[in-house]
């Protein structure tokens, strides 16, 4: 079933039909999951001005293939801001929710630009993608992800973090117009910062995913956009860490920040 398939059933339903493909080891993948939610956020915001803000994400526990239900609730609608939550559920339990908040731009005397130095890297077209093998998780066959700087997962580096670019496979996905929910789901395909000092493959998961969306996008589905994260603090089996998301032109696009729970 096709992303933009899904994101039309949520639009008119409650339940939806979780598709296969999209397993990152034990659970659905993150991306695929807020993805959903950021559909049914977006399918209730009846003001064409109100863009999203911000919003947070817990991963509670893990989904499955199969059944869900999607609720939402609209937890104060101003006239500037509309904030609402999310919820995933399956089998009567709450595995994902949701906390988005949209606005309207607004006139402000208040402007400072003191964003991160955009990194100069190779261009997608003279990078190798990442080749897809069985032992990953089968989400990744949906994307083509180049890396750009620093290690790869689990190859026992002594420094965590990486940069790259990532897109949609246009072997999987036909090109069309991005959406916001496409881009949560493509955002979320960079493994933690600290994967690459893992000696060996082992389980590493989201806890809370928080996006501050600076400018809308305005691409299509198949585009490339440029990732780099930094590992702030990692230790006791959770690491902190921030990232950062461009387009193919260096416009910043989102600021990302994760709580990682780390199983080595």
């Known amino acids: 079933m096709s992303l933009l398939r899904i994101f039309e059933e949520i639009k008119e339903k409650e339940w939806i039909e979780i598709p296969e493909g999209w397993l990152q080891g034990r659970t659905v993948f993150g991306g695929f999951v807020a993805g959903l939610l ?7 915001i009846h003001d064409p001005n109100k863009r999203l803000l ?3 994400i817990t991963f509670v526990g893990p989904v499955q293939q199969g059944p869900a239900q999607l609720t939402i609730e609209i937890l104060r609608e101003g006239k500037s801001v509309t904030t609402l939550e999310t919820r995933l559920w399956q089998d009567g339990t709450v595995q994902t929710i949701l906390v988005a908040s949209f606005g309207v731009p607004r006139t402000s005397n208040i402007e400072v630009r003191q964003e991160p130095m955009v990194p100069v890297y190779a261009p997608p077209e003279d990078l190798k993608p990442l080749p897809f093998a069985r032992q990953m998780p089968e989400c990744y066959q949906h994307f083509d992800v180049c890396w750009a700087e620093g290690h790869h997962p689990v190859t026992g580096s002594q420094y965590a973090d990486f940069g790259g670019w990532s897109r949609f496979s246009p072997e999987k996905h036909e090109n069309r117009q991005m959406t916001l929910p496409d881009l949560i ?7 933690p910062g600290v994967l690459p000092m893992f000696k060996q493959v082992a389980p590493a998961s989201s ?5 501050t969306y600076v400018h809308p996008i305005q691409h299509q589905l198949c585009d490339w956009f440029k990732y780099k994260v930094v590992t702030e603090y990692a230790g006791e089996g959770y690491s902190t860490e921030y990232a950062h998301l461009w387009d193919q032109n260096d416009h910043l696009i989102a600021i990302l920040r994760q709580t990682v729970t780390v199983f080595t």
């Open 38 to 44: 950021m559909q049914k956020a977006c399918s209730n």
């Open 207 to 211: 806890l809370t995913w928080h996006i």
């Open 185 to 191: 789901v493509l955002m979320d395909i960079w493994p």
């Open 54 to 56: 911000s919003c947070s």
